[in-house]
């Protein structure tokens, strides 16, 4: 299990009915538009992936992209960390560009 820290109190499903997320099969496409403009979008995924949650949308990706995901990269042991990682390195990309 991941520590949790406190990325929920900034989610912004946060006052959504939490119903809305847990929609079934093509609903989840439009359940996730809450998902894109989120300012814990990396944490949430990451939770939901390193816990293998199964249901539900979480970080902007329906239950089957997850499932998907975990298919492909079973060799990932921390999401979190990759993720992390990921968004350290966008971030000095888009200093060096705009510098
Ligand atoms: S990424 Fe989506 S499901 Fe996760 S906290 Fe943000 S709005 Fe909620």
Not at 9 to 38: S, T, W, Y
Request: a negative charge.
């Amino acid at each position: 299990m991941v520590e949790q820290g406190d990325w929920r109190v900034r989610a912004a499903c946060r006052d959504e009915n939490p119903d809305q997320l847990f929609v079934r099969g093509a609903e989840q496409r439009k359940a996730r538009m809450v998902c894109f403009g989120c300012p814990v979008r990396t944490e949430c995924l990451a939770e939901a992936l390193d816990n293998k949650i199964e249901f539900g949308v979480w970080g902007g990706m329906t239950e089957r992209e997850r499932r998907a995901l975990l298919r492909r990269r079973p060799d990932i042991g921390n999401w979190h960390e990759l993720l992390e990682a990921a968004r350290r390195e966008h971030a000095e990309y888009d200093e060096c560009r705009v510098s």
